[in-house]
């Protein structure tokens, strides 16, 4: 067994309770290769950022779970290499079982997601109580799930959302024990979360979607006050991707994402941690396929991999700075 503490990593207790009270929320970002870490590590280094490394059960079996030790703990010494030992928490997003995250703590990250959204409510409080008390005896901290999302990504997959129950989220936290709790107000996974039907047009001509149900985060919000709030799904599916992958040859059809002016908002309440995925995949992929077009001739990976990581690193910190707020709070 490893401890993620040899590691030099954290768990999410003490930078959550900064994020509420300091009104931001810390990043998630996934990770699945060494260009999209040295991206991450670097953008938040360079913005004073603390920051989440995520990693879903289909990036750990891509990475190999061995490696990923190593490239956590490399993220660390290579922030401190940078010049600032920023706080990085290594996480497992959407966990779908007790030996998947039990495997997960015991090879070093310091922070499991176990979602048992898709199960009964009674099936769901059983595993993310059994995941707790393991994971507690450790020091690593828990994340769980009331509500769905609907979308795909990676290997999670939903047609439908069903918002979070306010009225459970006492009772479930009183039964599991969990740290921090992912919650369904309107967010969805993927860079499709919205058919161009659910929204509608603002002054620019722009798209829009459905509005955030702040109303249902207020409510959980009252009945567990201070509690640390996650949101998943939560990218914004920035527009002059999509237009550059599909001019280069992508077939990316009414891909439209978040606001960030609402995640903004929602980073200043108690939601806590805001999880991207597909806008580092979008970034990545748009630089790439500019690449090959405007040179075809090109074969060596470090000259279309390094402008995708430049370009990932841009849009990461313009995340700390301009949305989450996590900017300049190490």
């Known amino acids: 067994m490893v401890s993620y503490k040899e ?38 280094v360079e913005t004073r950022s603390p920051v989440i490394l995520q990693v879903s059960s289909g990036a750990r079996k891509y990475a190999n779970q061995t490696l990923l030790r190593y490239m956590a703990q490399g993220a660390v010494e290579y922030a401190k290499e940078l010049g600032l030992n920023i706080p990085i928490t290594l996480h497992l997003d959407h966990g779908d079982s007790f ?24 099936d769901n409080v059983a595993l993310t109580k059994q995941v707790v008390e393991y994971a507690h005896k450790h020091d690593v901290t828990v994340e769980g799930e009331l509500g769905v999302l609907a979308g795909v990504e990676d290997e999670v997959s939903a047609e439908h959302h069903t918002y979070t129950r306010p009225e459970e989220v006492e009772d479930f936290l009183g039964k599991t024990g969990v740290d921090s709790l992912a919650i369904s107000i309107g967010t969805s996974h993927g860079a499709m979360k919205f058919k161009p039907e659910q929204c509608t047009r603002n002054a620019q001509g722009i798209l829009v979607p459905p509005p955030l149900r702040f ?10 006050p201070g509690f640390p709030i996650v949101l998943h799904g939560s990218s914004s599916v920035p527009q002059q991707y999509v237009e550059t992958i599909n001019k280069h040859g992508g077939a990316l059809k009414d891909a439209i994402g978040i606001p960030e002016e609402e995640l903004r908002r929602a980073a200043k309440s108690s939601v806590c941690k805001i999880n991207i995925d597909s806008d580092g995949r979008l970034a990545m992929t748009a630089k790439v396929r500019e690449v090959f077009a405007s040179k075809p001739a090109e074969f060596d990976p470090r000259k279309y991999l390094g402008p995708a990581r430049d370009e990932l690193k841009a849009l990461y910190k313009h995340k700390t700075i301009n949305v989450l707020g996590s900017a300049n709070r190490v």
Do not use: W
């Open 99 to 122: 030996e998947l995250c039990k495997s997960c703590v015991d090879m070093g990250f310091s922070s499991v997601m176990i979602d048992g959204s898709h199960l009964s409510y009674e």
């Open 215 to 224: 109303d249902i985060l207020d409510e959980i919000m009252k009945r567990i």
């Open 7 to 44: 590691l030099g990593l954290v768990n999410t207790r003490e930078g959550f309770k900064k994020a509420m009270e300091g009104g931001y929320a810390i990043p998630a970002f996934n990770f699945n290769n060494m260009e999209q870490l040295q991206a991450i590590v670097s953008a938040c």
